[in-house]
T-cell receptor
């Protein structure tokens, strides 16, 4: 069974704080993704990575950065959290085919006060 | 750029009635299309994909290139089908997956 693990299920942060969301997958997948999930807006892609140290902007990258130093780990960074970044963040991984299944983590619910 | 549209935010259907969740896409090439589902308190998971031509949990989806649609259908709804459903698209040869806004399906007993 593919497992995608997000380190924090719930976080509460203050405006301006730096936030790290960690994601680890155990299936040696090349591709990893960060989405945010908001009611009525669906899943929106923030960043994805197709290899170690490689990253590509998704549809809403502003205010976020990512890091992929090891194949199994993909981190999402909010340099200075703002209230409009309050959301559910989903990490996912996928093998090397565009027809392949995306495997999701359980999500990290971030509240920025 | 690709786009996925799910016109219904909410859909309520009686148990035993047919279900159809609509999905339309815009993309100039040959995409791969998927349906993902999220049951209450569970993680998002793949329901089915076009390339597999499968029927999963009684659901099917047919790609209509003329209408650029990939509607999800089930002939007889069951209470356990209540969930959030997302349609998604990958462009040919590209790992990026774009999702629609989702449809919350409620099956009325």
């Amino acid at each position: 069974d593919v497992k995608v693990t997000q380190s924090s299920r719930y976080l509460v942060k203050r405006t301006g704080e730096k936030v790290f969301l960690e994601c680890v997958q155990d299936m040696d997948h090349e591709n990893m993704f960060w989405y945010r999930q908001d009611p009525g807006l669906g899943l929106r892609l923030i960043y994805f990575s197709y290899d170690v140290k490689m990253k590509e902007k998704g549809d809403i990258p502003e205010g976020y950065s990512v890091s992929r130093e090891k194949k199994e780990r993909f981190s999402l960074i909010l340099e200075s959290a703002s209230t409009n970044q309050t959301s559910m963040y989903l990490c996912a991984s996928r093998g090397d085919s565009y027809t392949g299944e995306l495997f999701f983590g359980e999500g990290s619910r971030l509240t920025v006060l | 750029a690709q786009r996925v549209t799910q016109p219904e935010k909410l859909l309520s259907v009686f148990k035993g009635a047919p279900v159809e969740l609509k999905c339309n896409y815009s993309y100039s090439g040959s995409p791969e299309l998927f349906w993902y589902v999220q049951y209450s308190r569970q993680r998002l998971q793949l329901l089915l994909r076009h390339i597999s031509r499968e029927s999963i949990k009684g659901f099917t989806a047919d790609l209509n290139k003329g209408e650029t649609s990939f509607h999800l259908k089930k002939p007889f709804a069951q209470e356990e089908d209540s969930a959030m459903y997302y349609c998604a698209l990958s462009p040919f040869g590209n790992e990026k997956l774009t999702f629609g806004t989702g449809t919350r399906l409620t099956i009325i007993p």
